[in-house]
């Protein structure tokens, strides 16, 4: 009883402290979207187009009659279910995030990634919209695997033809295509349909320490999982 | 059960116009030849009244999933942040826990922190100074 009265009486000042005035837009975002990944940021008044400011801000309290409802407060996001706007997701303000293949283990990584792609890290995740980031991927020939599967993993595939089944093992793939072996792993672990091809050209594989995107400055991508790094 | 599905029959039985209203933007033939137009309009009442009872239940998981996410960027997951919820007896539901935690980020920290610590493993020992240290 005691501790729900003390955390609504916490919820409540920390609603009055933060807003001045009903549903008035905070003036300062606390971080700029891609710095840092523990920033707090409001979701839905990120883009630009959003930010115009509600009348009730602009215009004087006589004439606020004249106004109603949406135009005067701004969206309601209260009484109905938020779906994002095409503001809210344009490819080019989206994150970019960068990683090193070298000893990672293969499903931990590609896990880790299909997460950041699909967008399911952040809480404005919507299953039908592509709400992710873009994440490059270095050094793929590197990537490791434990036990015996590099000698045992096998990759197949099938032209379509009686007899046309091409069967091949982690080590020779590695050695012929290192790309595939991560964009195949991450494939499998994005939806598939129209959304998860699209997603999956997000994902962007490279051989070497050197990637074509320093223009979209990605960030080192958050990794929690703590074995994902082989040790032996 | 004979008398309704008579009826319901008898509808799309009768009734060409209410049919092909009911069957705007349907694919191919299904929207101007009576035959198939009748078939899947009748698919499409029972998906829609099954999906008004499956729709409860995505949002719901929707909600879920979103509540995880933006728990999981404080650093607690779902189970424990809804376990320490409940025991600090905050009876706020999924829906609105989830517009939370996208439209007002602080207040949806200070929820994080009070169910963290609910739990008595996490609350910081207290430092004693002085002759309480020792004794």
Redesign the interface.
Known sequence: ?A??IA?SA??SS??SG?RPQPRQRRAARPAPRRAA??G?????EQSEKQKRQPLSALVPREQRFMFEGDELCGPD??NT??YPKAADHVTTEKTWYVVDATDKILGRLASTIAVHIRG????????SVDMGAFVVVVNAEKVAVSGKKRSQKLYRRHSGRPGGMKVETFDQLQKRIPERIIEHAVRGMLPKGRLGRRLFTHLKVYKGAEHPHEAQKPVPLPIRDKRIQKTD | MEKVEEKEIGFLKMNKGKIFKLAKGFRGRAKNCIRIARERVEKALQYSYRDRRNKKRD?RS?WI???N??T???GVNYGNFMHGLTK???QLNRKVL??L???????????VD?SRS?FPGNRPAVKKEGLAAIL
């Open positions: 009883m501790t729900a955390a916490f919820l920390a609603f933060g990944a523990g707090l940021s409001v979701r839905c996001i209260w279910t938020w399911k890290n952040e809480a404005t995740y919507t299953p | 949002m929707l999933e979103q509540i996410a933006g999981r960027l404080h600090e007896n905050i989830s517009e935690s996208m439209h007002e980020p602080y207040s949806f920290k200070a929820l009070v609910a």
